[in-house]
């Protein structure tokens, strides 16, 4: 296919061929996809009112649709809309056009309605509550998708591809879900329901902001809000009154870093001889509907908007073509300068080239040598010599693959070394990896240099890395931390002016990443850095910077893709004293005590050790062997005997890994095993993992537990975990579920008092995690627990908790790493009846009805069944069950034309008891 692939690796095939098709759009020749908008209630009422008599009678390319209910409809009129909206899309894309569709989504829980409902103010904390499972708002939201998601099903199932932009202009601040923080969150939490849950590989994922305009500074920064390029197709803006500026159209184009990009509403009609022109990566623009329509165009601009040779109207798309081969190259380059230079190295400029479809990008030789690659007409080449000549040239490239001839070369000479004065190697942190000798100084493992990261994710790899290097640089580069986002890496120093190196790598695909970097706040590069072929490495620098406050803050501002570090080497600056060797230990920990403790728990604290540069963490030693180490005075030891004496010490360390004495020692007793009293197990979770028999209790599966999870990472080892356990504690060992975040989970639950393990191991590095455990909203750690030597594991509990809600929430709250569980065990409280057994089966759904039907599947509607506890969902029985769903809907699919059926729906809940079956709705299919 042309230009880039779907971001769903399992997109339909029809799909596919419309993206392909949009990328080939994305010329100066190539033309511009009319669109009409069109509302809920009448889904080719603008077309028909606006559209056509301004076209000749000529359909437009792009028919635009709704699926969010604002005028107070019920349930069953949502349904029917959505319904012919559905039908509407399915007509029109086989006659040719293409169908994008919207979503206006009221406030979770409100009536379907516009004012107070899609248009709200909300605050942060309330957003955060619709985004957390087993919140109602959570649940309506996800209730709301699900009944989407039918009538995208029908779509999918007559091969019609959706450009599909939900959550559109979430910079603004008009919509509930505006300018939050965390919006990201929404739109994965969106893709993963429509793709991963109900197996939607026709949609194409529009993201879709609006322009932002001096006249409105309160609109957001949209770079903010944006989910990332692996969730994201096609990029489009929402532009009103005509502010078709060139800079918003260059400036999407790259942020998307060769998406398509689109007009995703326009109040004025575009200037067709315009977007020829000079805008022409535009593939289509969509009409508002009215007042906008008439108020913002004049009879001229409405038609020239379908008259114009560069319009495409419906009759014309022609997806399934495949494009004309393009051999023709990109114009050379022309004026490369210098912008500036330092001792290593050169930053060059140029003119930007033009091509017949679209330059993709630039690639920098030296010699022969292509030493970088950017998508922008300026690139820094780094790691020269000093006082060297170098010829520099430019070629241009595009998405054929086709080359311009090399630019005229540019003759540099860097400039002489600054003089080094006392200049010395003070520290180098080799990120997410072990100690390593780079350049001959002995560098730190990330884990031992005492600094402190916003949340970052972590890869290793096995790349070898061009230029060659030796073996400890090679590995150092394969170990790297990275991030979505800006994110910042600050650590403690002495007072002082430094020169900062840094190592990035490309481990992902050519030029895919750029970022600026800032130190004390401050941005030190001149242009981004990062961008570099597939499989090379940059050491960039010196930056300097002069620490004042004992801190060194950096910050990798990103500008596309995952900026990422892998390394970074810190120098006294020329002209400073450099900081003396630190071989002073950290004071010896005084009061060590315990603060409580447990059958089998020990929770400890002591005064704050003192430094001559900085304490960075304090080591829990059970005799000579390390049990845990934080960076707080208190820590919990686990996982004891009852009624046994432990010995205990504290010693603290500090950044250079200087160890102070040994504490003096304390000793406890852990309490007796507490009495069960009429104590009773509840329920064992194997999370991420299979039904297994743990301390002689059978456990579910956590698909079958009926828990609900914020979004987390699932694990699956092959680990022999000590202390050793039998084969099928070690099994729940191995499959475990984590988050670089706090996350929660949430079941529900009889009411009363439960008492709570959990079971959490350590399988990336010794004393990598901690977390607090929160139930019920209140802590129930007094430290933080997870901390252990690698291969190591622990049961934590128990905690005890009253649940009145009928929910049971439990939250692992990050402190450092990730948290992660493997095991849950719920019994119930000593002095509390165990929750008895269900038996009662849902009530029989009523009123099951046909909504609407086809010549091969029928869509079903019914009331809402009862049940003692809670309803889990419905299974739609037609001789065997047909399907099962957890909305009070269905659409039977795959069904024979002109064909009688008879169906029947049954409800069931968590324990498995199932009502009897409706009475049957019988309903003959359409004709072909």
Same mark, same amino acid.
């Given at each position: ?319 399934? /073509?495949? +494009?004309?081969?393009? #051999? &023709?190259?990109? %114009? ?5 300068? *210098?912008?500036? =230079?330092?001792? $290593? ?61 090399? /630019?005229? +070369?540019?003759?540099? #000479? &860097?400039?002489? %070394? ?5 200049? *010395?190697?003070? =520290?180098?942190? $080799? ?498």
């Amino acid at each position: 296919m042309a230009g880039q692939a779907p971001v769903n690796e399992n997109a339909s095939k029809e799909a596919r061929e419309l993206l392909s098709y949009l990328n080939t759009l994305m010329s100066p020749n190539a033309g511009l996809l009319t669109g009409q908008h069109n509302w809920l209630e009448a889904p080719m009422g603008n077309i028909v009112n606006l559209a056509l008599p301004n076209s000749g009678g000529k359909y437009p390319a792009v028919i635009g649709l709704e699926v969010g209910p604002i005028s107070g409809q019920n349930a069953t009129t949502a349904y029917n809309q959505r319904a012919a909206v559905a039908d509407a899309a399915k007509t029109y894309n086989q006659a040719g056009g293409i169908p994008t569709i919207m979503w206006h989504c009221t406030y979770p829980g409100m009536p379907y309605q516009w004012s107070g409902g899609v248009q709200r103010a909300t605050t942060q904390t309330e957003f955060n509550q619709i985004l957390t499972p087993g919140d109602p708002k959570y649940n309506w939201l996800i209730a709301e998708m699900d009944k989407i998601a039918v009538h995208f099903k029908t779509l999918q199932d007559a091969d019609v591809p959706i450009l599909f932009r939900p959550w559109h202009e979430m910079n603004g601040y008009w919509f509930w879900w505006g300018k939050k923080s965390n919006f990201a969150a929404l739109w994965n939490l969106t893709y993963d329901r429509f793709v991963n849950h109900h197996g939607l590989d026709n949609i194409l994922w529009v993201w879709n902001p609006n322009c932002m305009k001096a006249s409105d500074p309160n609109i957001g920064d949209y770079k903010l809000y944006y989910p990332g390029h692996s969730k994201v197709d096609i990029l489009a803006w929402d532009i009103y009154l005509g502010e078709f500026t060139q800079s918003f159209h260059d400036e999407l184009y790259a942020f998307g870093g060769g998406k398509p990009i689109a007009l995703g509403e326009v109040g004025r009609l575009p200037d067709m001889n315009v977007m020829k022109t000079s805008q022409w990566r535009y593939t289509w623009a969509m009409a508002w509907g009215e007042p906008n329509f008439s108020n913002e165009n004049t009879s001229a601009n409405k038609q020239q908007f379908y008259s114009n040779a560069y319009a495409i109207t419906r009759d014309e798309v022609n997806i399934n /073509s495949p +494009p004309p081969t393009d #051999t &023709t190259a990109p %114009s050379v380059p022309a004026n490369i300068s *210098v912008a500036s =230079k330092s001792h $290593n190295s050169v930053s060059l400029t140029w003119n930007a080239s033009t091509d017949n479809v679209g330059v993709t990008g630039y690639d920098v030789l030296r010699g022969n040598t292509v030493v970088g690659s950017t998508v922008s007409t300026s690139f820094t080449v780094t790691g020269l010599t000093p006082t060297t000549t170098y010829s520099f040239t430019v070629r241009a490239k595009d998405a054929a693959g086709n080359l311009s001839s090399a /630019s005229s +070369p540019v003759s540099v #000479t &860097t400039d002489a %070394s600054p003089s080094q004065g006392t200049a *010395v190697f003070v =520290k180098g942190i $080799n990120f997410h990896g072990s100690a390593v000798t780079v350049e001959g100084h002995s560098w730190l493992a990330e884990s031992s240099s005492g600094v402190t990261l916003s949340p970052i994710r972590r890869h290793i790899g096995n790349v070898s890395f061009s230029p060659a290097t030796d073996s400890q640089t090679n590995t150092m580069l394969n170990s790297n931390i990275y991030s979505g986002n800006t994110f910042s890496v600050s650590q403690s120093i002495a007072n002082g002016t430094y020169q900062i190196y840094l190592w990035t790598v490309e481990n992902y695909k050519s030029n895919f990443r750029s970022f600026h970097v800032k130190l004390e706040g401050t941005q030190v590069t001149s242009s981004p850095i990062g961008s570099m072929p597939l499989n090379q490495w940059r050491k960039y620098g010196p930056y300097t910077v002069t620490v004042n406050d004992g801190v060194l803050n950096m910050e990798l501002v990103r500008v596309t893709g995952d900026p990422t570090i892998a390394g970074m080497a810190i120098y006294s600056a020329g002209t400073t004293t450099p900081p003396p060797s630190d071989t002073t230990a950290p004071s010896v920990p005084a009061n060590v005590s315990v603060a409580s403790k447990t059958h089998n728990s020990v929770s400890l604290t002591w005064n704050a050790s003192t430094d001559n540069v900085g304490v960075t963490g304090y080591d829990i030693l059970q005799g000579s062997t390390v049990v845990g180490s934080t960076v707080s005075t208190s820590f919990t030891v686990t996982g004891l005997t009852p009624t046994t004496t432990y010995s205990f010490t504290i010693r603290a360390k500090d950044a250079t890994g200087n160890l102070s004495s040994a504490s003096s020692p304390v000793s406890v007793t852990t309490d007796a095993a507490p009495s069960q009293g009429t104590a009773v197990f509840v329920k064992g979770i194997n999370f991420h993992g299979n039904a297994v028999t743990i301390e002689g209790h059978s456990w579910l599966a956590e698909s079958s537990a009926g828990i609900t999870m914020s979004p987390i990472s699932r694990h699956i080892g092959n680990v022999s975990y000590s202390p050793a356990v039998d084969s099928q504690t070690n099994t729940m060992l191995n499959r475990n579920i984590y988050s670089g975040n706090t996350f929660s989970v949430s079941q529900s639950i009889t009411n009363g008092t439960y008492q709570i393990y959990l079971w959490t191991v350590e399988n990336y590095k010794s004393n990598f995690r901690s977390f607090h455990v929160k139930l019920e909203g209140t802590q129930v750690t007094s430290s933080p627990i997870g901390s252990m030597p690698l291969n190591q594991w622990c049961k934590h509990g128990p905690y005890t908790v009253t649940v009145n809600d009928g929910v049971l929430n439990m939250e692992l709250v990050r402190v450092t790493g990730d948290p992660t569980i493997a095991g849950m065990a719920i019994y119930s409280a000593g002095t509390t009846t165990p929750p008895p057994a269900d038996t009662t089966a849902p009530s029989v759904p009523a009123n099951v009805s046909v909504a609407s039907k086809n010549d091969n599947s029928i869509s079903l509607t019914w009331d809402a069944s009862t049940d003692n506890t809670e309803v889990t969902g419905y299974d739609i029985l037609q001789t065997a069950v047909a399907g099962s769903t957890v909305t009070t809907s269905f659409t039977v699919t795959g069904l024979t034309p002109s064909t009688t059926y008879s169906f029947a729906v049954r409800a069931k809940d968590k324990a498995g008891n199932l009502s009897s079956a409706s009475l049957p709705v019988s309903v003959t299919t359409e004709a072909d």
